[in-house]
Structures are given as C-alpha cells and as structure tokens.
C-alpha cells in the first residue's frame, strides 16, 4: 500500500492541518514536503505569524522579511535612498547594506498580507526590532516600521483580532499607526466587519503634546471601530498613567453598545467608581 503524502485528498489533509495550527514547528516543516502541502499549509502560519514568539524568536527575522519582501518596489527603493543618504557608513556597514539590497530584491513566493487575521502592535515590534539587529547602525527604525504598518493596514483583508499596546517611551507611538487605511478602503471593504477580539492598552507617565495627539487618534479609532465592527466578543481597553477626556469615555461606551456578541469586557486603572457612566452602558 502506498502511504505517500500525495495520496492523502487535500480536504483531509486542510483538517489534520487545522489540528496543528498552534504546532508552528510542524507546520514549517510540512511546508517543505511538496507544494500541495505548502499551499494548504501557508495561511495557517500567516494568519497570525508571531504567535508564542517568546518561546522561540529565531523565525522572527524571516517573517519580517518576508513581509518586507511584498512591500511595492518604490517603498523597497525608499529604504535603500534612506540607507545611502546615511552619514558614516563604514566597511562593515557597506557589507551589510549589501546583503539588504539583495533581500528587498528578492520576490515573494506568497502575498503572505493577504493570509493576516490577526494584529498585535507589541509582537510586530519585538519582531521587527530582531529584524533590525541585523541592520544595525544603517537606519533608524521608526520610518521602515512605519512602511510596513502602513502597508499591512493598507492590503490585510480581514482582521479577526486586533491588538494595541502602547507604552510611554517604548514601542510604536499612536502617530505611526494610519488607521484611516483600515477604515477607508478605496473599494469600500470592511476589514474589521468579522473583528472578535479587541485589545487597547494604553500607558502614559506624563502629560505632553504627544499624549494629546495620541488621545486624539484614540477618539477616532474608537468612534470609527463603532462604525466597522458590531460582532466583537471579547474587549479590554485600559488608559494607565493619563487618563482620556470624557470624548474617549463616551465613544467607548458607543463601541460597546454597538456590539451583538460581546462576551467579555475588561477595563484596568480608568474608569473612576464614582462616574456612573459607564455602568449606564452596561
């Protein structure tokens, strides 16, 4: 009896697959078995890419560059002006700008956008930052990660979980993050119609520009999400440090009435007990 895998039929082949989604060092290797398998295999490791990063970061930098890889050809000639246009290259430098010119020349086997259903604002940045490592000293980081961002907010087509973390000083800021590309689609598509999990994280030591800037785009994503997304189940928004106006209170409150199917809502360190608005929304 032949036991090859070509003899398995590709639908029971998408269900033993399923079973070993969280199983990532599996589904790498069943990439590599033929390309039946690869193609059956490739949307559950894109869907959410930096899953469980912590316990193994090696990957970090090819899935990086694999996005890198799908960037347009003039946003990849963007980083390489930026690259050139650097002062104080030195030999080792050189080599290394080398080897980049080389990666961004290469083309995608996939359009792994296309296969993200989830977004975690703190995971992209500890993987870019492995990315980065090895460019060191070419660049500074902010305006490559908010190329990728923006593109990622710009092609992804459906977004099941969506997770912002933003710390004082660390991370990526608010003003990085384009969010009319998500909610402003030149083909009128709803990327976050299907949303079921929405986390917001917010934490500020102390008042600034910045901070008031950052409320603002907080406003608007809030009074945008009520708009897009009625069938979230799970939420948990927490401003830590600075607390929002009552503008952001409200809109949040409006996101929660709009939901169908909320099952959990979680707030840290906002609301005062004394205010009885927000239990008004519940």
């Not at 930096?50 to 899935?63: A, D, Q, T, Y």
């Not at 703190?122 to 902010?142: C, G, P, Q, S, V």
């Not at 009074?223 to 503008?247: A, D, T």
Request: net charge positive; aromatic share 14%.
């Amino acid at each position: 009896m032949n036991n090859s895998p070509s003899q398995i039929t590709p639908d029971c082949l998408e269900v033993i697959f399923k079973y070993l989604k969280y199983d990532r060092s599996s589904l790498f290797s069943c990439l590599l078995v033929n390309r039946l398998w690869c193609r059956l295999v490739v949307h559950l490791i894109w869907r959410d890419p930096f899953f469980n990063m912590n316990s193994n970061k090696e990957p970090l930098f090819g899935i990086v560059q694999s996005y890198i890889s799908c960037l347009p050809d003039t946003s990849k000639q963007n980083i390489i002006d930026e690259i050139i246009n650097t002062d104080e290259k030195d030999e080792k430098d050189e080599k290394t700008f080398q080897q980049l010119q080389q990666q961004l020349q290469r083309q995608p086997l996939f359009n792994y956008i296309k296969y993200l259903q989830v977004f975690n604002s703190e995971n992209f940045d500890i993987a870019f930052n492995e990315w980065h490592k090895k460019y060191n000293n070419l660049y500074t980081n902010t305006h490559i990660s908010k190329l990728l961002i923006d593109f990622i907010f710009k092609e992804c087509p459906n977004l099941t979980k969506l997770r912002f973390y933003v710390w004082d000083k660390w991370g990526i800021p608010l003003s990085k993050m384009n969010f009319d590309l998500l909610f402003n689609r030149e083909n009128g598509k709803n990327v976050l119609i299907n949303l079921k999990e929405f986390r917001f994280i917010f934490y500020a030591k102390t008042k600034s520009d910045e901070l008031e800037n950052s409320f603002k785009i907080a406003l608007n994503l809030f009074n945008n999400m009520e708009k897009k997304s009625n069938k979230i189940q799970f939420m948990e928004i927490n401003f830590r440090g600075q607390l929002p106006s009552k503008k952001i209170d409200q809109s949040i409150g409006n996101l929660i009435k709009a939901q169908k199917n909320l099952k959990s809502c979680k707030f840290i360190e906002y609301w005062d007990p004394k205010d009885p608005s927000i239990y008004k929304v519940y």
